[in-house]
């Protein structure tokens, strides 16, 4: 019996490292922009993009208005000092009750990037620096390095995208959490390749 | 994080918050749950309540003391043009939803279309009271700068009924 059980721990283990070796290695060479890890970074294990948003007041009443962008895309500071400031929300006025935006916070409390087991929200959080508050998603490292090939015309100057805070544009699977290089149609100019 | 968060909201969000880290399993269950509900409320309410709806809120302005409304003031206040800040500096209600009621709006910053006023063309305006103050709210303040009147939303609300 003994024999049985540590042969079957034995297998099981085997199992573990060769699945961690192939999800690591596999991300290693399909990761875009160079952002290569390390087959031992376990960053890699997380689940990919940034979670989907799962909560109907949080996509009734943000959404009502833009995309329902994923708490995943910002740490706890950003989204805690954005719902201070509804009244002037990047020029608009989007105040709410008070028992509506503290359902919201919460719910964006416990789905932050500092907090989200997302491979994509480990990288915004590890470009941030510690003592900034980023407003806009549009404006972390990451995201400015993603998006530094991307041209004028593509984003701003086309009627049909005007600002990279409409990621559902282009990223054809964004309300899914899904950012990926070959989930990106471009209105007006086709599927983007690197 | 508390110490310059530490009132109103933010200590009562961030108490919540911890407790709610806690009892992780608990709040994913409570969430589906909240959801669930949120999910169901709008399905109970149907095209046929607007009206209900804006008769209990005007009858709330009266109480709050507006007098008699009057369809002529909310058109004119809908179409008033106000001076705002730039870029927008002649804003008024049209300048998002449109001249024609009866059509979507365009909002005037993003862009994005904005479903009908109308009662008889949008069967989701006017379903819940909380709806409609929150909009007023919020577009009384950058429309016109401040908030309005009860006697102002009820002339507001007459009027759009009509559309």
């Known amino acids: 019996m003994k024999i049985v059980t540590a042969s079957v721990s034995a297998i099981t283990l085997g199992m573990i490292i060769t699945a961690a070796v192939f999800f690591s290695t596999d991300k290693a060479w399909s990761d875009e922009d160079g952002d290569k890890s390390a087959f031992w970074d376990i960053s890699d294990l997380k689940r990919p993009g940034v979670a989907a948003v799962s909560n109907e007041l949080y996509l009734k009443e943000c959404g009502s208005c833009h995309m329902a962008y994923p708490p995943g895309l910002l740490p706890e500071k950003s989204w805690v000092k954005m719902m201070g400031e509804l009244e002037n929300h990047f020029g608009e006025n989007a105040e709410l009750g008070d028992a509506v935006r503290t359902e919201l916070l919460v719910y964006m409390l416990n789905n932050s990037a500092d907090k989200a087991d997302y491979r994509r929200s480990k990288k915004i959080m590890r470009s941030l620096s510690a003592d900034e508050t980023v407003d806009r998603i549009s404006l972390t490292p990451y995201f400015l390095r993603k998006h530094d090939e991307v041209p004028q015309r593509f984003v701003a100057d086309n009627p049909k995208v005007r600002s990279f805070s409409n990621c559902d544009a282009c990223h054809l699977n964004a309300v899914k959490g899904n950012f990926n290089e070959d989930e990106i149609s471009i209105p007006g100019v086709g599927y983007w390749h690197d | ?163």
């Not at chain 2, 705002?84 to 209600?93: D, L, N, V, Y």
Request: positive net charge.
């Open chain 2, 1 to 163: 994080m508390s110490k310059d968060l530490g009132n109103g909201i933010y200590a009562e969000a961030i108490m919540v918050h911890r407790a709610e880290i806690k009892a992780k399993f608990v709040n994913r269950y409570s969430a589906i749950l909240v959801g669930g509900l949120m999910m169901l409320l709008p399905a109970c309410a149907s095209a046929n309540e607007s009206g209900a709806t804006i008769d209990n809120v005007l009858a709330g302005y009266q109480s709050a003391g507006a007098v008699e409304f009057s369809r002529q003031r909310g058109e004119a206040l809908w179409a008033k043009q106000v001076v705002g800040a730039e870029p927008f500096s002649s804003r008024s209600c049209t300048s998002c939803h449109g001249a024609d009621l009866k059509k979507p709006g365009q909002h005037v910053q993003t862009k994005k279309t904005i479903a009908p006023m109308s009662a008889a063309a949008n069967s989701q305006r006017y379903q819940t009271e909380a709806d409609i103050e929150k909009w007023f709210l919020r577009n009384c303040k950058w429309t016109f700068g401040r908030e309005c009147s009860a006697q102002e939303k009820g002339d507001f609300l007459t009027y759009l009924r009509m559309q």
